[in-house]
Structures are given as C-alpha cells and as structure tokens.
C-alpha cells in the first residue's frame, strides 16, 4: 500500500547549518514522484522540490536538496545554510502514476534558533 | 499564478448539520484533492478527482462525500456533521500527469468548527 513515513516530529538546528528530514515511502507502482512542502505558521503550502522515480540525478532548488536513495524507498530533504525563516512544519508526499492518488506524511516542525 | 480558492476560511456549524465545503482552482487542472489536518496525523487524504464526475476514497472517506459537477470546482460534504469532523480542511489541484510541474497547488484552507 502507499505510505509515507517521516519519523522525525521534530528538529533543532542552528542558523547557517544545514539540516536533514528524513522521508521513506512504500509503493509498489514503479512510476512514482516525490514532493516536499513547507508550511509556516501562517498555514499556506509552499512547493519546495520534486523528484521522479526515474530521474537519475537528485534534484537541488536552492538551497534545498533531495537526497535520493531509491533501494532504500527514502527521499530526505536536506535544507543547507538553515535561515531563522525556514522555521515551518515540513511534509514529503508521495504520487503514484497508476493512481495520482497524493499522499502525505505527519510531518516535521523545524526550529531554527539564533 | 495558480489559484485555489476555498470558500470559507473559518466555519462553524451544528452537529447534524449538512455542511458544504467550496473550491475552485483557475488552472485547468484535472486532478483535485480534499484533506483534512489535525496536529501529529499530517494531511490525510478524503477524496479526490482526477476528472469531471470522477472520484476515488482517499483514506479517510468516512462520513463525507464530494461532487465534481465541472472541472473547476471540488466540493466536499459532510452529510451530517459530527464534533469528530472539526479539523482544518485543504483543498488541492495538480496536473494529471507525471514529471516535473505537476506538484498540488493549495488554498488557504478552510477551519471547521462543529459544535
């Protein structure tokens, strides 16, 4: 069955350091595509970064990366020189082809402090 | 830009009432979505549609239905409300395809409150 899993409610991390969130999945579509939003206390979700099943290179948007281990069903996001504004829950979602079903994890608050 | 609107940002209604839920996305966008937001469970996903008349359980379809009449507009039902339902509820629209620019674009949610 389609599932994300993000083990991490919550995370700490200095200003200009860089930060990991952690993402698995589980599908059994090969053709797939992954999607990381960010949502700030004023509730909008922000698009940050997408990677497809078949792409051979992880995607970078910035400063935002996507760390893709295929074998490994998990597709972590990796925030470099973390700014006081990335403070904002996180959440990796998944689309399968065969469906277009869109699903999402429980999510992870970052905090980022001076 | 993208838009998607919901129709009410804040609600409140009585149990057993008939609730409607409105949104409406400017893009041509075949596939819509509905998710309710609690705090710890994430966006789980109620219904959704990926064309006119079409729609599909999400996984928590329980005690709510939807109505996709024209390709703009999504609505979700709640036919009886009940204190369970109150939640944050948030709309979606992406393209039905796959690859790159099909990420959901959302609206500004819509805060239920039964009492």
């Known amino acids: 069955a389609q599932k994300i899993t993000q083990t991490q409610p919550g995370m700490f991390v200095q200003e200009k350091e860089a930060v990991t969130l952690d993402c698995t999945y589980d599908t059994s579509d090969p053709s797939y595509g992954l999607f990381w939003y960010k949502q700030p206390s004023s509730g909008e979700m922000i698009f940050l970064i997408y990677q497809g099943s078949y792409d051979q290179q992880n995607a970078t948007e910035g400063r935002y990366s996507l760390n893709f281990q295929k074998a490994r069903k998990s597709a972590n996001l990796v925030i470099s020189a973390s700014q006081l504004g990335d403070s904002a829950m996180y959440f990796c979602a998944m689309r399968e082809r065969n469906t277009d079903k869109l699903i999402f994890g429980t999510g992870t608050r970052l905090q980022v402090f001076p | 830009d993208v838009k998607v609107t919901q129709s009410s940002r804040y609600l409140v209604k009585r149990t057993g009432e008939k609730v409607f839920l409105e949104c409406v996305q400017d893009?041509?966008?075949?596939?819509m979505f509905w998710y309710r937001q609690d705090p710890g469970l994430g966006l789980r996903l109620i219904y959704f549609s990926y064309d006119v008349k079409m729609k599909e359980k999400g996984d928590i379809p329980e005690g709510y239905s939807v109505s996709r009449e024209k390709k703009e507009r999504f609505s979700l039902i709640l036919e009886s409300a009940s204190t369970n339902q109150t939640s944050m509820y948030l709309c979606?629209?992406?393209?039905?395809?796959?690859?790159?620019?099909?990420?959901?674009?959302f609206g500004q949610g819509t805060r239920l409150t039964v009492v």
């Open positions: 979606a629209s992406s393209l039905g395809r796959e690859g790159r620019g099909t990420e959901a674009f």
């Open positions: 893009m041509d966008h075949e596939n």
